[in-house]
């Protein structure tokens, strides 16, 4: 089956990791806002994804999804693991090891479909380039496309491992 150019994982230079932290700095110093905007737009456009979060899978009002607690709560989840991935660039062992754990996670605990990380690294990317554009240059919107394949390529590993087709 051939991959999808995204889905092989390159090498981020350093300078894109500079880049990456950088422009991290800014969304995570108002992250609980931009968390809960990302897991909107995510439900919003894929609502097959709310099956998995009893809490809020009845939600379809965006500002009842505002005022959700879990949904806050889980968006602060969200938000921590990126910035421990974002903080730890130059650690691979430790990148690898986070996300290895949020991958097991959603695949043995949640039952999660590994697709749904395609499509929320994707919303990620949508969300953060919206709300700041200024520090979305051309450069930025690559050395991101790079993480969300480093975030998928990891996730879906841990997947693999723990046993999912």
Request: net charge negative; proline share 2%.
């Amino acid at each position: 089956m051939e991959i999808e150019r995204w889905e092989r994982s390159e090498e981020i230079s350093e300078e894109e990791k500079k880049v990456i932290q950088e422009t991290w700095s800014r969304v995570y110093a108002n992250c609980e806002d931009v968390g809960v905007s990302i897991l909107i737009r995510f439900f919003v456009n894929f609502p097959s994804a709310k099956q998995y979060f009893s809490q809020f899978k009845h939600m379809d009002d965006t500002l009842e999804m505002e005022r959700s607690l879990q949904l806050r709560k889980h968006a602060q989840r969200v938000m921590g693991a990126l910035n421990t991935v974002v903080e730890n660039l130059n650690d691979p062992e430790k990148v690898s090891s986070v996300l290895a754990l949020v991958g097991k996670a959603h695949a043995l605990k949640h039952k999660v479909e590994p697709v749904y990380f395609k499509k929320l690294t994707g919303v990620m990317l949508e969300v953060i380039a919206e709300a700041y554009g200024n520090d979305f240059t051309p450069e930025a919107h690559g050395a991101w496309t790079k993480m969300r394949t480093l975030i998928y390529t990891h996730v879906t590993a841990a997947y693999k491992e723990a046993g999912w087709a």
